[in-house]
């Protein structure tokens, strides 16, 4: 499934947190097919970004603008969020866990074992969360974005915790998204292994 | 529809198998119930007189301690994060988050209340009025606790603040509880008047609990 | 056989393996002697047949409060001798104590329904039983509360040992708070006076329920043991890369 073409982007975009201002004036765009790395030192606002992106900061100044999506949904709704938590619960299995948010965020139902396979948890999906590892559960959490299809993935150090393999097979599946037609922004320190246009936050180096 | 069931299924499930989170309560209800006795002495008399306050305020204060659960978990996992951002409207997202913990941690209160009653010497009759006021009533403290939940994560305090914040708010549903507990056992005062009062406050925090607490989760994330 | 030996937990299932069975019919033999000696016993002049609720009731209480001990010494056991098995021991018997505490509850209420008018009295020896159910219940939450099952043990243990040594204190608590209350001690039992023709059968059911709780001890050990096996195995089987 194709998605349209989308692009998002933000206007001098402020933002404030605790009475601090984290960044102000910052603009960027990206389309459809595209993938935004929002790069920078440690207290950059790049988290901060990709949370104001997700409407769960409020946005001090400035527009986000998504155009070209569904009308009436907001970015949010439009969105996955990747964040340094992985929103999983350790006593339900791994594959309720999925299941959870396939059919609360509105995923088809065959789409839980394919995501499962594509991120290598299929052989334990009977297995409680809490007895994976940091890398498995970053995985679970990616199966999450397939089990659901979203056009923009907002991704906050989607690669962090996943060993070499991991880090191939999401290069992967960031892939196949772009080539859908899907957008990604995410915050990185490494490299993610697919073509990226970059955002510098911070002081210029 | 599809959403709102699969959250409720995952809270029950993950309710009754961490830690029995939901018998503890049922537990902390059952201690207090117990300790009473021993501050106002065993006189069964007595104890009759007192019995319907004292479960009132054992199930006000052991749904109390339960709700500091409601969002917190969620909150620290990073679940919220996604509730929020779903297309599911918040508010119907909070209330089925208070009806499924009303089930795990509210239902089994009440389930229990004939045993305490038995303690207390209180005859079928009057736990039976207690059993009716604590269903009646219960989920407006249910509902009227997650207010306070939801402004204690996002505070990032929960503990005493939240029973600081929740308690005033349920003197109301104290009060006509009670009330009408009494009314069931003593037969001076009508007992329809409070009950109905009690349902009504039920209904009203259905309706501002939810909106109440999708505000403040909307407002307060960072 | 030495205790060494039961130490190693392949060992102690393939020895309760065969125990087991044995266990079980002398605890189903006992029971059978015990309730006929029971039924066959003579009604009290005053309490007419109610007082053969004692028959099921001593017991329960007098095991309510072993099966706190047999656990004080699990808890000694896993803080002091670190024996592997100690705190599987403590971990299966508190629910098994928190039955017979339940059973020890309901069978003195029933006992005390003719006698008082009520099914619950704040008698002092009913209500220290009711706070012993309450701890053992507390305990099985901090069991339950606990995911890594030797965390939970140490956490147990001191738990256990504090209830051990705060029981006493509890007792004559209540004791007092009672007798303060109500001087007249509402429920008698004969105690040394009891006659010959209630003695035995008491005996004989005590024998069988101490039985009783060691068959089902013993299995709940088992059970205990397997499931952390299976645990192990899935974390495991978790560990390794898929297949696929």
């Known amino acids: 499934m194709k998605n349209p073409a989308m692009r998002l982007s933000g206007r001098d975009v402020r933002c404030v947190r605790g009475g601090r201002e984290i960044f102000t004036d910052l603009s960027f765009s990206v389309q459809s097919g595209e993938a935004l790395a929002v790069t920078g030192p440690n207290g950059a606002g790049k988290t901060s970004l990709l949370r104001v992106i997700a409407g769960l900061l409020a946005l001090a100044g400035g527009t986000i603008d998504l155009e070209g999506g569904t009308g009436e949904l907001t970015t949010a709704e439009q969105a996955h969020y990747l964040g340094h938590r992985d929103a999983l619960k350790p006593a339900l299995s791994v594959g309720e866990n999925l299941a959870f948010w396939r059919d609360f965020l509105g995923g088809a139902p065959d789409h839980k074992q394919n995501a499962l396979t594509a991120v290598g948890l299929d052989h334990i999906a009977h297995l409680p969360a809490a007895f994976l590892s940091a890398g498995q559960r970053r995985r679970l959490s990616m199966a999450r974005l397939l089990a659901v299809r979203r056009p923009v993935w907002l991704l906050d150090e989607p690669t962090s915790a996943l060993d070499a393999a991991g880090q191939s097979v999401f290069a992967r599946l960031m892939q196949d998204h772009l080539e859908n037609g899907g957008l990604i922004v995410a915050a990185t320190h490494a490299p993610l292994g697919i073509t990226t246009h970059d955002l510098w936050m911070g002081a210029q180096p | ?222 | 056989m030495t205790l060494l030996d039961l130490a190693n937990p392949t060992r102690f299932l393939s020895l309760t393996a065969k125990i087991l069975p044995w266990l079980a019919g002398a605890t189903a033999v006992l029971l059978v002697i015990g309730l006929y000696q029971s039924a066959m016993a003579p009604d009290d002049y005053q309490q007419g047949a109610t007082v053969k609720i004692m028959f099921i009731h001593v017991p329960n209480a007098w095991l309510a409060m072993f099966v706190w001990g047999v656990m004080s010494i699990a808890a000694l056991g896993t803080l002091v001798w670190r024996h592997p098995l100690a705190d599987v021991a403590a971990k299966a018997a508190a629910p098994i104590g928190a039955a017979f505490t339940f059973l020890a509850l309901v069978t003195g209420s029933l006992w005390g329904r003719p006698m008082w008018g009520t099914y619950w009295e704040w008698d002092a020896r009913l209500t220290s039983v009711l706070i012993l159910f309450l701890m053992y219940l507390g305990l099985m939450a901090l069991w339950r509360a606990v995911e890594d099952p030797s965390r939970a043990a140490r956490a147990a243990a001191i738990l256990t040992l504090v209830g051990a040594i705060n029981l006493p204190i509890i007792k004559f608590s209540v004791d007092w708070w009672n007798t303060l209350h109500q001087p007249a001690s509402v429920m008698r039992m004969g105690g040394s006076t009891l006659d010959k023709a209630f003695l035995i059968p008491l005996l004989v059911m005590a024998v069988a329920f101490s039985f009783l709780f060691v068959t089902l001890h013993i299995a709940a050990m088992r059970n205990e043991i397997l499931r952390r096996r299976v645990r192990s195995l899935q974390m495991m089987q978790a560990g390794k890369p898929s297949a696929s």
């Open chain 2, 1 to 222: 529809m599809t959403a709102l069931a699969a959250l409720i299924r995952r809270d029950i499930r993950v309710a009754l198998r961490i830690g029995g989170g939901a018998l503890i309560g049922v537990l902390f209800f059952l201690t207090v119930v117990v300790l009473m006795p021993f501050a106002v002495g065993p006189d069964l008399a007595l104890l009759k007189r007192l019995g319907p306050a004292i479960l009132w305020l054992g199930a006000l204060l052991a749904s109390l301690l339960t709700l500091d659960r409601l969002f917190m978990a969620d909150h620290d996992d990073g679940s919220l994060d996604l509730l929020v951002m779903s297309r599911t409207p918040l508010e119907l997202a909070c209330a089925t988050k208070a009806l499924a913990h009303w089930l795990v941690a509210g239902l089994p209160l009440i389930v229990a209340t004939p045993v305490l009653g038995l303690l207390l010497n209180l005859d079928g009759s009057a736990t039976l009025a207690v059993a009716l006021t604590l269903l009646a009533g219960t989920p407006a403290l249910t509902l009227t606790g997650m207010i306070g939940a939801a402004l204690a994560v996002t505070l990032h305090r929960g503990g005493l603040l939240l029973a600081v914040l929740v308690l005033p708010l349920s003197i109301p549903v104290l009060i006509f509880g009670v009330a009408a507990s009494n009314a069931a056992t003593s037969g001076d005062t009508p007992f329809g008047t409070p009950f109905t009062i009690l349902c009504a406050l039920s209904l009203a925090s259905l309706v501002i609990g939810p909106f109440a607490a999708a505000a403040s989760l909307r407002h307060g994330l960072d």
